[in-house]
């Protein structure tokens, strides 16, 4: 079955304290990004990646790194989480770019506290 | 600025009545393509359309159906006799060829909360 598999689904963590969202594809897709969502605001992209070593900033991409060393991984890094990085983060791959559909994973729910 | 608004933050309806979502974009790019989302409360995000700016068709699927207008630059949704499972979040978004901040970014609206009561 084709899918985005994001993990973990909920996390509450602390101030400052270093966490990786992780998101995997199994569609050979070369296009991957980072969307997070805010209520009022629809989603915003973080980060996005066209390809292997290939990444560039989206629109709130402060606060946040991403890596691609492999096709199928594009792990979202909160290197010192702060409080208004709570939100829903979605991660989607796309098998091309600006004509097809996205596809999404899950959601991570994260709050910091 | 927004590219993608949708004006209607919440609407309410009984279940079997119409509702019509509202989407109205801004581009200066001739080809993009329009998509819906729908969001249910469970948080997953599920694909409804996709439209390209050269096809300005109206599309039914079922209970959907999608108004492409070009020259108001809207694309708007609408659900035929609701149902309770309609009940959602559904959002609009634009994604351009020539988009120069950010090669395939999906730029959403705001979403509009659809409520249907039995």
């Known amino acids: 079955e084709a899918q985005v598999t994001q993990n973990p689904r909920y996390l509450i963590t602390v101030t400052g304290k270093k966490l990786t969202v992780t998101c995997s594809q199994n569609m050979n897709h070369e296009y991957m990004s980072w969307y997070r969502q805010d209520p009022g605001l629809g989603l915003r992209q973080i980060y996005y990646s066209m390809n292997v070593e290939v990444t560039d900033k989206g629109d709130v991409p402060e606060g946040y790194k991403v890596s691609r060393k492999e096709k199928r991984n594009f792990p979202l890094i909160l290197e010192s989480p702060s409080p208004n990085q709570t939100s829903l983060y979605f991660c989607?791959?796309?098998?091309?770019?600006?004509?097809?559909?996205?596809?999404f994973g899950q959601g991570t729910r994260l709050t910091v506290v | 600025a927004q590219k993608v608004t949708q004006a209607q933050t919440e609407i309410s309806v009984v279940e079997k009545e119409d509702v019509t979502l509202d989407c109205v974009y801004e581009?200066?790019?001739?080809?993009?393509?329009l998509f819906w989302y729908k969001q249910p409360p469970s948080g997953e995000l599920v694909f409804l359309i996709r439209r390209n700016s050269f096809d300005e068709q109206n599309e039914i699927s079922g209970r959907y159906s999608w108004n492409f207008q070009k020259s108001t630059s809207s694309f708007n949704f609408t659900i035929t006799a609701s149902q309770v499972v309609d009940s959602a979040v559904y959002f609009c978004?634009?994604?351009?060829?020539?988009?120069?901040?950010?090669?395939?970014?999906?730029?959403f609206g705001a979403g509009t909360q659809v409520v249907v009561t039995p």
């Open positions: 581009t200066r790019d001739t080809t993009y393509y």
């Open positions: 989607a791959s796309r098998r091309g770019g600006y004509d097809t559909e996205a596809f």
């Open positions: 978004a634009l994604s351009e060829a020539k988009a120069t901040d950010s090669w395939g970014k999906l730029q």
